[in-house]
């Protein structure tokens, strides 16, 4: 059962621009919320995370918007770079230890200059 | 420099044979995990440790075994039960004590020939 739902699948974006990727989520006791970037033929990073007692965080030119009520997160990615040309993947988990992460299925983004 | 160690970085395997794919972390960290990514899609559990000596399957174990002898080693085994096991292979650990956050190796990629 897919827990996780990300979109756009794949998103082009010119140098400067902003991108936008949307995840939603179905199990209301997630208390986690990390984005990660992944380059072509390398593991998954740590980008930005947040917890749902905050409706925004930015960390640089990323910015996570959470949306409790609709169950809803989005990552924000301002004045986009052609080095930011990668997989992002939302994940959701409950805060606890032993809890799995649940990934949403990514985004390959390209910036173009 | 402490990180998750993961190799080999290719390998080819022919039908029938089992094949090893190697993890070891030295970041201390509690949990190991396994995921497997194919094309264009995210990232699938295979199977997850979250101390010495206990492990559990996750949403894809079929046609894979591991062990968990070492806190810092996972080695993760593609059975010739294993009918499409091309793909690429990502080891990842957590500590509880940091969280959430998960950290993940380079990753393998296996090939049928």
């Known amino acids: 059962q897919q827990q996780v739902k990300q979109s756009p699948q794949s998103l082009i974006v010119q140098k400067g621009g902003i991108s936008i990727i949307n995840c939603a989520y179905e199990n209301t006791a997630f208390d986690y919320f990390p984005w990660y970037q992944q380059f072509p033929g390398k593991g998954p990073a740590l980008l930005i995370a947040?917890?749902?007692?905050?409706s925004e965080k930015k960390e640089g030119r990323f910015t996570i918007s959470f949306n409790k009520s609709a169950k809803q997160f989005s990552l924000h990615i301002m004045d986009s770079q052609p080095g930011d040309s990668a997989t992002y993947f939302c994940?959701?988990?409950?805060?606890?230890?032993?809890?799995?992460?649940?990934f949403g299925e990514g985004t390959q983004l390209t910036v173009n200059p | 420099d402490g990180g998750i160690t993961q190799s080999p970085k290719y390998l080819f395997r022919k039908e029938g044979q089992n094949v090893t794919l190697s993890c070891e972390q030295n970041?201390?960290?509690?949990?190991m995990y396994w995921y497997r990514q194919d094309p264009g899609q995210g990232l699938r559990l295979i199977y997850y440790?979250?101390?010495?000596?206990?492990?559990q399957k996750g949403d894809i174990a079929e046609g894979y075994s591991v062990s968990r002898e070492k806190k810092e080693s996972f080695p993760l085994t593609v059975t010739s039960a294993q009918k499409n096991p091309t793909a690429f292979y990502l080891c990842a650990s957590i500590s509880w004590i940091s969280g959430n956050t998960i950290y993940f190796g380079e990753g393998s990629w296996l090939t049928v020939v």
């Open positions: 994940a959701a988990s409950k805060e606890t230890s032993g809890s799995r992460l649940t």
């Open positions: 970041l201390n960290h509690d949990a």
């Open positions: 440790s979250q101390i010495v000596n206990d492990f």
């Open positions: 947040i917890r749902p007692d905050v």
